[in-house]
T-cell receptor, first 116, second 112 residues
Framework: AQSVSQHNHHVILSEAASLELGCNYSYGGTVNLFWYVQYPGQHLQLLLKYFSGDPLVKGIKGFEAEFIKSKFSFNLRKPSVQWSDTAEYFCAVIPISSGSARQLTFGSGTQLTVLP | GAGVSQSPRYKVTKRGQDVALRCDPISGHVSLYWYRQALGQGPEFLTYFNYEAQQDKSGLPNDRFSAERPEGSISTLTIQRTEQRDSAMYRC??????????FGEGSRLTVL
């Protein structure tokens, strides 16, 4: 079964600092990759997704992520964070190869706190 | 509806009671998923449906947990004889196919 690792459990940054959150997955086949965000008191929302094509994908609110197949990674980045980016971020993977379980598997999440 | 709707938003129950959690997906969405999220963890897959057919229930922790989607729209997750370890946020999501899952606000279950 596939698994997703997010190595940073809690990240604290000051406003305007750059952000990179790590995500690695274990699955040898073709995958679709996602980053979801959960703002305080709200439901999970899609931040960005990768299906195919350009491995550098851009999402909402200035976030981007790069799919590096050789490293099984899909790290999330933002050049300059804002206080409003304080939230929990989840990386998720779904395999699309035939015969594989078609479930979205999440990492354990990274809590980002941005200090004003 | 406009989004995925879950009810109740909060449920407090005593150990041993049965609980039913409801999910109303986005209209027209084929796939419906149930996840459970413990504090400090990511959502953990429970089960999913395509239309009314339960495609995968491998994530249901034991036979006290069951789910149905009889008409291919609204789904109910039932937990029988609840235990304290069942306390968690239960999240429902729907999807039009392979792609983005749209999540509801979740049902927070507390078993005393």
């Amino acid at each position: 079964a596939q698994s997703v690792s997010q190595h940073n459990h809690h990240v604290i940054l000051s406003e305007a600092a750059s952000l990179e959150l790590g995500c690695n997955y274990s699955y040898g086949g073709t995958v679709n990759l996602f980053w979801y965000v959960q703002y305080p008191g709200q439901h999970l929302q899609l931040l960005l997704k990768y299906f195919s094509g350009d491995p550098l994908v851009k999402g909402i609110k200035g976030f981007e992520a790069e799919f590096i197949k050789s490293k099984f990674s899909f790290n999330l980045r933002k050049p300059s964070v804002q206080w409003s980016d304080t939230a929990e971020y989840f990386c998720a993977v779904i395999p699309i190869s035939s015969g594989s379980a078609r479930q979205l598997t999440f990492g354990s999440g990274t809590q980002l706190t941005v200090l004003p | 509806g406009a989004g995925v709707s879950q009810s109740p938003r909060y449920k407090v129950t005593k150990r041993g009671q049965d609980v039913a959690l409801r999910c109303d997906p986005i209209s027209g969405h084929v796939s419906l998923y149930w996840y459970r999220q413990a504090l400090g963890q990511g959502p953990e897959f429970l089960t999913y449906f395509n239309y009314e057919a339960q495609q995968d229930k491998s994530g249901l922790p034991n036979d006290r947990f069951s789910a149905e989607r009889p008409e291919g729209s609204i789904s109910t997750l039932t937990i029988q004889r609840t235990e304290q370890r069942d306390s968690a946020m239960y999240r429902c999501a729907s999807s039009s196919g392979v792609g983005e899952l749209f999540f509801g606000e979740g049902s927070r279950l507390t078993v005393l």
